[in-house]
Structures are given as C-alpha cells and as structure tokens.
C-alpha cells in the first residue's frame, strides 16, 4: 500500500524566517509527486514533481524532488501571515489515486 | 474559467440517513475522483470515475457508491450514515489521468 509522511507535523514560524517541509514515500510504480496548500476548504495545486533533481520554483515557494531517497521538500522564504496553511504532500502510483500525507501545519506569527 | 464545483457547501444529516453530493469538474476536464478529509488529517481517496465507469477505488465500503454523467459531473452518494462519516468530501477533476489534479471547495458533512 502507498504511504506518505511529511514532516513536521506542525511548526511555528515568524514573519521572515525560511521554512522547510519534508516528504517521504513509499509508492509502486511512482508516476508523480504533488503539493497543495490547504487553507479553509480546497487544497489548491503549488507544484506537481515528476523528475529527481529539477527544482519546482513560484515566487518564494520552491520544491525538489529525490527519487532515489524517496522524499521530496518544499521550502517557502521570506514567510509571510498569509503563508500560514496545511501543506499536503501527495503521491501518484500505478492506480493513478492520490496518496495524501496528514500534512504539516504552518503558523506564521507576525 | 469555472474550477472545481461542489454542492452543497454544507450539510446536517442523521444516522440512517442518506446523502448525495454534487460535483462539476472544471472546464475541459473529464476524470473525477472523490475523498475523504476527517478533522486533521490528509484526504482518503474513495473512488475515481472516466467515462461514466468507476475505474479505482479506496477502502471504502459499499454503502459510499458514485455516479459520472454524460458531461462529467459526478455524484457521491452515502446510504446509512454512521457519525463516522462526519468529514470534508473532496472532488477532484483532471484531464485524463496522470495530469495535474485541481480540488473543488468540498462540502462539510456532519452526521448527528
């Protein structure tokens, strides 16, 4: 069965500082690696990551991918209140579903 | 260009009862999947419908059955709801698989 963990499950940031999220998988026949932002209601799309060492970059969200060590990070710089969110982290195997992670809760104080 | 939208945003059932969320993909697309968002963890996939047939499904039991129409839009239909199934449910659209996967608002079930 596919499984995913982020890491950490929550974090406390202040305005400015760089925050990194971490993502391990386990997945048969890995197709491709998602991240979303989960504010109220709909995650929203920030990267989809399908090859090993090609960094993902919009604005000061960036993410990377490691296919040999199964695990891919998402970095934000220059936090900001309005970064704070649940980050999900999702896998793509061979049955094309979704594995999601629990997601890492990210609190940016002003 | 409409996205992901979900009816309703909402809802208050009792145990027994039985519920159908409303789901249209966004414009373009035609795969939807459906899942399943408790309090504080990820979302759990139920089932994913293309051409009007169920084509994976997530350990869900029977009682959580769906439908996809003609357009694409889709139904998720819960029979004898249990307080367990208390969540968020989530309808997601693609174009075909193994393409970038946009989420609806979801609509907020809570059994009583």
């Known amino acids: 069965e596919d499984k995913v963990v982020q890491s950490p499950l929550s974090l406390v940031v202040h305005e400015g500082d760089t925050v990194t999220l971490n993502c391990s998988y386990e997945?048969?026949?890995?197709?491709?690696l998602l991240w979303y932002k989960q504010e109220k209601k709909a995650p929203t799309f920030l990267f989809m990551l399908?090859?090993?060492?090609i960094e993902k970059k919009s604005g000061r969200l960036s993410s990377i991918l490691d296919k040999k060590e199964l695990f891919s990070i998402l970095n934000i710089t220059a936090t900001q209140t309005g970064d704070s969110a649940v980050y999900l982290c999702?896998?793509?195997?061979?049955?094309?579903?979704?594995?999601f992670g629990k997601g890492t809760l990210l609190t940016v104080n002003p | 260009d409409a996205g992901v939208t979900q009816s309703p945003t909402h809802l208050i059932k009792t145990r027994g009862q039985q519920v159908t969320l409303r789901c249209s993909p966004k414009?373009?697309?035609?795969?939807v999947s459906w899942y399943q968002q408790a309090l504080g963890q990820g979302p759990q996939f139920i089932f994913q419908?293309?051409?009007?047939?169920?084509?994976q499904r997530g350990n869900f039991p029977d009682r959580f059955s769906g439908h996809q129409f003609p357009n694409y839009s889709s139904e998720l239909n819960v029979n004898a709801l249990l307080l367990g199934d208390s969540a968020l449910y989530l309808c997601?659209?693609?174009?075909?698989?193994?393409?970038?996967?946009?989420f609806g608002e979801g609509s907020w079930l809570t059994v009583v």
């Open positions: 997601a659209s693609s174009l075909g698989v193994g393409n970038t996967i946009y």
């Open positions: 997945v048969t026949n890995f197709r491709s």
């Open positions: 399908t090859s090993s060492g």
């Open positions: 999702a896998v793509v195997g061979s049955n094309y579903k979704l594995t």
């Open positions: 414009s373009g697309h035609d795969t």
């Open positions: 419908y293309y051409e009007e047939e169920e084509r």
